[in-house]
């Protein structure tokens, strides 16, 4: 591999990811991290994408869904954790990205320094949004890379003090902001007055509070029908997220008693897309609305269900988001605290256009040293014995990172049984899906009867 500064060589990216959102976030970020402050690449970026092979793996609707990242999807392919390690090995990266679940960021990281390469790359992870959940065991998981991005300056001082808490190195944290920020400041327009509601895949969990946001939202159409009310859809059923959606509002609302009314749609697509015509964004936490915030949009909060930890909303206590359906339906909009706003990285003052300049100089810096430190994540065999195996064996990885016997063979490619290996591997692959995205969750609904 050529010297890292040699200025004269692409400058060669890997970003890892699982499922549909981190995908968006892992390469935008890949892009942020590698454009200058003009919007020129720095240098010549060669940017390879690969998918992590699992139950949320994207499927080429969903990829083509997350909009232009910069990477041609047709050349996005999909590898088991042991390939990926088999790739970096191979291919010398200068940078991977890995845009994970947090175990199996620690599975790479561990992966990774098992490799002993004698120029490793800069590694870089984060979060795809808002982080409302297992906020140390996250961040515990992710411990190890070169630079953990934070969304916002909120985040950095979370981050901080957990790793400070356990007494781990804290100065990988970095501040940023979310990759996928963008588009015009919101625009009112004579004769529209659209309302989007950004449904989330997992929250809330019971069909009983999915049925109840579903219902008020078609009501929100009928008692307004010169508005339009657009229902905004992750994905299609049988189709997974980065969370599992075992109730899938396109079913709840086929159960509308006299179906919904000619002003209320479904609609797919990148929200960016849908932002572009929305008036108002409601939801209960997805990260939709620091995107809708970044664009000025009346953003609202729900607080039908509670304000609470399971639902996420929590995290926008403070922002003067907080309202209900009842206050929605009366006129009523929500205006955003400017304080709160502040420390949120949605940066709608105009300061996005430097919000990376910091973990640009960082990976810049990591890139120019002679020698990178050895990977050295908080847990090891030796802090979390009881842990830290079992996240490592779910990846075929051994304690010590090195891949489990009979897992690091080449893969067969070409020729008739390699042909007949592929096809093999896709029937278990499809099998794996319809078991884990269908056959699963109807197993736990009769549980629950």
Do not use: C
């Not at 869904?65 to 090995?89: P, Q, W, Y």
């Not at 929500?334 to 949120?344: K, V």
């Not at 020729?415 to 884990?436: M, N, S, T």
């Amino acid at each position: 591999m050529p010297p890292r500064t040699d200025k004269t060589t692409a400058l060669r990216v890997a970003v890892l990811a699982d499922s549909d959102t981190r995908w968006k976030w892992g390469a935008l970020t890949a892009r942020r991290l590698t454009t200058g402050a003009s919007g020129a690449p720095a240098q010549h970026v060669e940017i390879t994408g690969l998918l992590l092979r699992g139950r949320a793996t994207p499927t080429p609707r969903q990829l083509a869904e997350v909009g232009d990242v910069g990477i041609d999807t047709d050349r996005v392919r999909e590898v088991t954790a042991v390939e990926f390690l088999h790739t970096v090995r191979d291919q010398g990266y200068d940078v991977v990205v890995l845009a994970l679940v947090g175990g199996a960021v620690q599975a790479m990281l561990h992966g990774l320094a098992a490799l002993r390469l004698p120029a490793r790359p800069v590694v870089v992870t984060g979060y795809v949004g808002v982080v409302y959940e297992k906020l140390a065991d996250g961040l515990l998981l992710r411990h190890g890379a070169d630079i953990v991005l934070a969304n916002s300056r909120h985040d950095a001082e979370r981050f901080r003090a957990v790793y400070e808490g356990v007494g781990a190195d804290a100065s990988a944290v970095t501040e940023a902001a979310l990759p996928f920020l963008g588009g015009e400041p919101h625009r009112p327009q004579e004769g529209r007055d659209t309302v989007v509601f950004a449904a989330q895949p997992s929250v809330p969990a019971s069909r009983a509070d999915r049925t109840y946001l579903l219902r008020r939202l078609v009501e929100h159409a009928r008692l307004h029908p010169d508005r339009e009310v657009l229902l905004k859809l992750r994905s299609k059923p049988g189709e997974h997220t980065t969370h599992i959606e075992e109730l899938p509002y396109q079913r709840l609302a086929e159960r509308l008693p006299g179906g919904p009314p000619p002003n209320f749609r479904l609609v797919y697509g990148h929200m960016g897309e849908v932002l572009d015509r929305a008036d108002l964004l409601v939801t209960v936490s997805s990260t939709a609305a620091l995107e809708s915030l970044h664009r000025r949009i009346p953003t609202a909060i729900l607080t039908d269900l509670g304000v609470r930890e399971t639902l996420g909303n929590h995290h926008f206590i403070g922002s003067g988001l907080l309202t209900s359906w009842d206050h929605l339906d009366g006129g009523f909009r929500p205006e955003p605290d400017p304080e709160w706003l502040a420390g949120q990285g949605v940066a709608a003052d105009g300061t996005y256009a430097t919000a990376y300049d910091h973990a640009r100089a960082r990976v810049d810096a990591l890139l120019a040293a002679a020698r990178l430190p050895d990977l050295a994540p908080y847990y090891t065999p030796a802090t979390a014995p009881g842990y830290l195996p079992g996240i490592l064996a779910r990846h075929h990885l051994a304690p010590d990172g090195r891949p489990l016997p009979g897992t690091d063979r080449p893969r067969e490619t070409g020729g008739v049984r390699g042909a007949v290996r592929d096809a093999v591997r896709e029937a278990a692959r499809g099998a794996y899906r319809q078991g884990v995205q269908r056959v699963a969750p109807v197993i736990r609904r009769m549980g629950e009867l």
